[in-house]
């Protein structure tokens, strides 16, 4: 243990990769909620998925460095017997960790894409993702849990364990295969949508980002049956955890994709709403200041209106829409323009109430 980062090791790789990936998880989780409490002053299901994952992940990672610190990235001949059982013990906890942190942050996306338009057929599809996905979820811990036989299921080296490198094939394709799930959900949204082709091109980049995804599986998928059958598990299987840290990484980053401040910015302004959630703010990308000052401007203009409305002078209607006070929309601040109707003979003949 005298070379430690030298000569043939990927622990540092391994550390390294680990820990700058949890920290741009935390960053990207956090700039989702701030951002969706600064606006909605509350958070939703799909908030609170996004935040188990994150929990589960953090604890995963940790589990990851203590493998490292046992000898993780070395090869098999400089860990001692006592420091390869810590590291099996740690790498089996963190298989479990995981499965279940990439399961809430399906979850959380599942989520946001229903609220976005909640009609039956959208709310059947998702309740039939989540339900697949919590089984997939389940199958897989479960599976990982007993992998090999008791009282030492962490023990692949020496104990009677199952086809691993199967087990591990069946997780990887059954992963993508809830992921693809997820994006056909994000393309029936978008196939029923009614918008322009460049508003489809934003809705679509809600959730297409989710294919990095499927990509780092499948990577992992190839670099496992590469390594299967290993005599040296402790340095061979290090770029397969590397993988996982990216898939991880990248399926709850994909998850706050679209709830961070350009998209929902985009959403307000296009007339998509979330279901259950309202906005309080006036100006999303504007100063305060100029926010209050055209909110109150718009106020002096509504109270006038009210205050003069009907306004009728000889053959002219001031028409006002009061919907459009507090519209953000580009119409929102021109002043309607009065609009003339010529009066019949028998609306001159009697006097207006």
């Not at 399906?106 to 989520?111: D, W």
């Not at 998702?126 to 962490?154: D, N, R, Y």
């Not at 028409?319 to 028998?346: F, G, H, K, L, Y």
Request: proline content about 3%.
């Amino acid at each position: 243990m005298n070379t430690r980062f030298s000569g043939d090791t990927k622990d540092p790789a391994v550390n390294v990769t680990n820990w700058v990936l949890l920290s741009t998880v935390i960053l990207g989780v956090f700039a989702r909620l701030g951002t969706k409490f600064r606006l909605f002053k509350k958070f939703t299901t799909d908030d609170l998925y996004i935040i188990a994952s994150l929990v589960f992940c953090a604890v995963q990672s940790v589990c990851v460095s203590m493998a490292v610190s046992f000898g993780y990235g070395y090869h098999l001949k400089e860990v001692s017997g006592d420091a390869f059982n810590s590291v099996m013990k740690y790498l089996y906890a963190s298989k479990i960790l995981y499965v279940t942190s990439l399961c809430f942050s399906k979850l959380s996306l599942v989520e946001f894409i229903r609220r976005l338009n909640p009609s039956k057929t959208d709310r059947f599809l998702a309740l039939a993702v989540e339900i697949i996905t919590g089984i997939w979820a389940v199958v897989s811990i479960c599976g990982g849990a007993f992998q090999c036989s008791l009282p030492s299921p962490w023990d692949f080296w020496n104990g009677k364990c199952f086809d691993m490198a199967a087990w591990h094939y069946f997780v990887c394709i059954s992963n993508m295969v809830t992921d693809l799930l997820i994006l056909a959900q994000g393309f029936l949204l978008l196939y029923r949508v009614q918008a322009a082709v460049k508003k489809r091109l934003l809705i679509a980049s809600l959730f297409l980002p989710r294919f990095f995804v499927i990509g780092a599986v499948l990577a992992e998928l190839i670099l496992t049956h590469q390594t299967a059958g290993t005599a040296d598990p402790t340095y061979a299987y290090c770029d397969v955890t590397i993988l996982q840290e990216v898939a991880q990484c990248l399926s709850i980053i994909t998850a706050c994709w679209g709830q961070l401040k350009p998209f929902l910015s985009w959403l307000k302004s296009s007339g998509l709403r979330i279901q259950d959630l309202e906005y309080t703010s006036y100006a999303f990308g504007r100063s305060n200041i100029q926010s209050q000052t055209q909110s109150r401007s718009r106020l002096t203009r509504n109270d006038a209106v009210e205050h003069s409305f009907p306004f009728n002078k000889k053959n002219q209607i001031l028409v006002t829409q009061n919907w459009e006070v507090d519209s953000q929309s580009s119409q929102a601040d021109i002043i309607q323009e009065p609009r003339t109707w010529a009066e019949s003979t028998s609306a001159r003949q009697s006097p207006v109430n």
